[in-house]
């Protein structure tokens, strides 16, 4: 089995505040992976540091057996930046919680600019791809419209869309349904649960344990920046050995009580 | 008051105003581009350069905007000459000086525009895999430009009102022509009124157009 991703000992602090205090996980090829947790428990930093949106983390991060951002040298593991820092995240899409598509562009644009500026493509190949993309994600008949006229469902499926046409190795999703109505929120699950069964590898930050639960070949519970625990769902959601984790396990099926999720 | 009007001399002196007004809009044309430019220059300079370098962004930008701009026009028309030996006709001394003073502002309003653009339209577009330069070039300019239109076009207004500074230094642009004409002509009343207008039939379409385009571009 091949490692799409492996994190080891990772570290994060702002100042004084250690948001992550030595995190290891491996996500195999194909596999996913989500993560829950409170909020501040260091989730959603655990995710912007696998995407090299945070560079002054501590660790090793490897994407495809590649280092991430840092590259040894005489021993000493030393930064890397530009094409070669480049070469490596490209390996990673990321889908955010408020999708953050480029409002000034399509949605077609929106996901064939990177083909073409960054890939090279020519437009026509860039088009026919950016099209195929949305066509997946059910979107196709939005291509022409700009981000603010279309709802939060469908700009989220156009952002992965986006991401996907670049062919990563590894997506991570980080709280991608949080932002968005109750009754748009099936839809982009929807989306995430058919990659999952193409076999995407996927590193899911959520706090959809509905979820978790059925999609997650595992999942990871993190609480005050560390990996509080880890199992196959079953085990995690059922069978929790960490007090913290039933506290907040309970909590979360006290929110949801009213809810016919 | 029996002031004897003679419109007639507006009439008289067409050319001194058609010549004058090429040379202000030629004059303001080539400030605003260079500020503009070179506003954009300092502006991502203080954002993303190194520290020191944007320390001496900021040292810039505030030194030119608590200095007079007819203060900045003689130095660099009468002193850097001295300094340097490098010397300029009066044209370019004082198209120099409205670049480098009106760059203060412009980095000032171009800063302020890239900030107000969502952090993660950049984390979107790095993930992605685009350079500095890609990311600002083709997500965050052209989101920033719309925003900074309006106070960018009242700068370019400022800049063509404050071009009658160069009279100073004895460019030929509106001012000093009319100026000129007035000393031949004791004329005052009638040219003064007419220059205003003129100045006037300069600046709105400017505005005017600015105001057509970023309807246009709050369509969409």
Known sequence: MTLALSVRDLTLDYGDLKVLKGVTFDVAAGEVLCVIGPSGSGKSTLLRCVAYLEDHFGGAIRVDGELLGRRERGGKVVPVRGAALRKVQGKVGMVFQHFNLWPHMSALRNVMEPLTVVKRMDREAARALAMENLAKVGVADKADAYPPRLSGGQQQRVAIARALAMQPRVMLFDEATSSLDPELVNEVLGVMRQLAEEGMTMLVVTHEMEFAKKVADRVIFMDGGVIAEEGPPAQLFDHPREARTRAFLSLIDHDLAGDPA | ?220
């Open chain 2, 1 to 220: 008051m029996s002031y004897n009007w003679n419109f007639g001399i507006i009439w008289d002196y067409r050319f001194v105003y058609v010549y004058g007004a090429q040379t202000t809009v030629a004059l303001s044309i080539v400030g605003a581009v260079f500020a503009i430019l070179i506003g954009l220059f300092v502006a991502l300079a203080r954002q993303s350069a190194p520290k020191p370098v944007a320390l001496l962004a900021s040292a810039y930008v505030e030194f030119l905007r608590n200095t007079p701009l007819l203060v900045q026009i003689f130095w660099i028309f009468y002193c850097l000459p001295v300094l340097t030996g490098a010397s300029f006709t009066a044209f370019w001394a004082a198209a120099i000086s409205l670049s480098i003073h009106f760059s203060a502002y412009f980095a000032e309003i171009i800063r302020a525009g890239i900030a107000s653009i969502d952090r993660g339209q950049t984390d979107a577009a790095r993930i992605l895999g685009f350079s500095y330069a890609q990311t600002m070039a083709r997500i965050i300019l052209p989101q920033a430009f719309r925003r900074i239109l309006p106070p960018l076009v009242n700068m370019i207004a400022d800049i063509v009102k404050l071009s009658s500074l160069a009279s100073v230094i004895g460019v030929y642009e509106l001012m000093h022509s009319i100026n000129n004409a007035i000393m031949n002509t004791f004329r005052p009343l009638e040219l003064y009124s007419a220059l205003a207008v003129v100045y006037f039939i300069i600046i709105y379409p400017v505005a005017f157009v600015a105001r057509r385009v970023e309807l246009r571009l709050a369509k969409r």
